[in-house]
């Protein structure tokens, strides 16, 4: 079972507890959980700690987004490009392309992307130094890829305890690991009031998994 996160257990090297949220240059970011886990809320909120250096890239396979959505993320509309690309021949391309040219990338991976085609990517992204969120529809990334890899586990909608009321906000549980936790799987809670970008909950975050719902 992951541990929960605690702010002092975060020294040295590995990525500290409020720099989660945040972007590091040419490492990857996975998120990995089905829809209405509030993934893409998430992958906004990085990619508006990026959006001070330049342009940042949402590849949008489902044709899913809301630009709207991404400025109450924080991401501002001058600074914001979406591409639209379902087609797994040409994703890789498209994606390629973008982290050549802006200062983070959140991708949408769609179904039939060989992991050839994502270590190449990783390996760009590496070289350009520019921050790349994989997000796949289907499926998980290849292991090893992400250097932090954040798997949707739980959605706790608060306001709405007796079946009824106003949804006042949620908090979003997930399992982070990789080279940034130093190897180690702890849970995290992201609070999300729906207003702002969401925030990292300080100190013990949660005792345990508990069941995925949302």
Request: hydrophobic share 45%; proline share 6%; charged share 25%.
């Amino acid at each position: 079972m992951a541990d929960a996160i605690r702010l002092e257990e975060f020294k040295g090297n590995v990525v500290a507890p409020v720099d989660l949220l945040s972007l590091q240059p040419g490492r990857v970011t996975g998120l990995i959980g089905h829809p209405g886990f509030g993934l893409t809320r998430l992958g906004l909120t990085m990619l508006a700690s990026r959006e001070q250096l330049g342009t940042v890239a949402y590849l949008d396979v489902r044709g899913w987004l809301s630009p709207p959505a991404a400025w109450e993320a924080g991401v501002s509309p001058e600074r914001l490009v979406v591409v639209r690309c379902d087609d797994p021949v040409r994703w890789a391309r498209v994606a390629s392309h973008l982290l050549e040219g802006v200062s983070a990338v959140y991708a949408e991976i769609p179904t039939r992307i060989k992991p050839a085609q994502l270590h190449k990517l990783t390996a760009l992204a590496r070289n350009r130094k520019t921050p790349l969120v994989l997000r796949p529809l289907q499926g998980d990334l290849p292991n090893g890829m992400a250097h932090l890899r954040l798997e949707a586990r739980r959605v706790i909608w608060e306001g709405t305890d007796r079946g009824h009321g106003r949804l006042q906000h949620r908090k979003l549980v997930f399992a982070a690991s990789g080279k940034a936790m130093r190897g180690m799987t702890r849970l995290i809670e992201v609070e999300d009031d729906g207003t702002n970008a969401m925030r990292l909950v300080p100190g013990l975050a949660v005792a345990s998994s508990g069941r995925a719902t949302g």
